[in-house]
């Protein structure tokens, strides 16, 4: 049985904790291959990074797992979500992408059952919050709209520390990037596996590249 619908407001409060950089995921320490795309300059200002967060939103890595995470949260039970789990891995372009979905999921897991009884599954992050975010009944579109607001402003927290950008330019780039954040939280709603795709070839690039970077400050 699916649980009742979460009021919106405590639904709005509860994905606020899961995804803020307080919970025990350990976002702060990753950038996604951004630190190596900075560091060979194709990312030296504000209008860059807001191209190519776009990039990972409407053609990448971002869109992709906001098609896995409405898989899990619809997925009628534990083999289905499985089967999402291993779609997840092998989309990943890298072994640092990989390595960044599956430590998330692990922390994300460990602490949600901790806290809220929730099954400790070894799942990619995106897998791992659609399979909570059904579990507590809160709306799927404000999730993903919620999950890839804070992928973008976890990425641009990256880099407002290696560009270096300021603050504020930081707090443009997410705000011009609402309206996209929205359209493709929507389209990921109802979309099904046959529209997953990937085609951010410089970020994949990037995040193979930084596997081998000699000085870093993130751990992908």
Not at 57 to 63: D, N, V, Y
Request: hydrophobic content about 50%; aromatic content about 8%.
């Amino acid at each position: 049985m699916s649980p009742a619908p979460m009021p919106p407001e405590r639904a709005a409060l509860l994905l606020a904790q899961w995804l803020s950089p307080a919970f025990p995921v350990g976002a702060f320490a990753y950038s996604h291959g951004l630190e190596r795309a900075i560091a060979d300059g194709a990312i030296a200002s504000a209008d860059d990074l807001q191209a190519w967060l776009e990039d990972l939103l409407t053609h990448g890595s971002a869109w992709s797992d906001a098609i896995f995470l409405a898989g899990a949260y619809r997925a009628e039970n534990d083999a289905a979500r499985h089967d999402i789990s291993e779609r997840a891995r092998a989309f990943a372009a890298s072994a640092e992408r990989r390595f960044e979905a599956d430590q998330q999921g692990e922390a994300f897991a460990r602490t949600t059952a901790a806290v809220w009884d929730h099954p400790k599954a070894a799942q990619p992050y995106p897998v791992a919050l659609g399979t909570a975010a059904a579990r507590e009944g809160l709306p799927l579109r404000l999730t993903l709209r919620m999950a890839l607001q804070a992928f973008a402003a976890n990425l641009t927290s990256a880099a407002l520390r290696l560009v270096p950008l300021g603050q504020t330019d930081g707090q443009r780039v997410l705000t011009a990037l609402v309206p996209l954040i929205e359209t493709q939280a929507d389209a990921a709603e109802c979309a099904q596996d046959d529209a997953l795709s990937s085609t951010t070839w410089l970020a994949d690039i990037a995040a193979m590249r930084h596997e081998t970077q000699a000085t870093r400050l993130f751990r992908t």
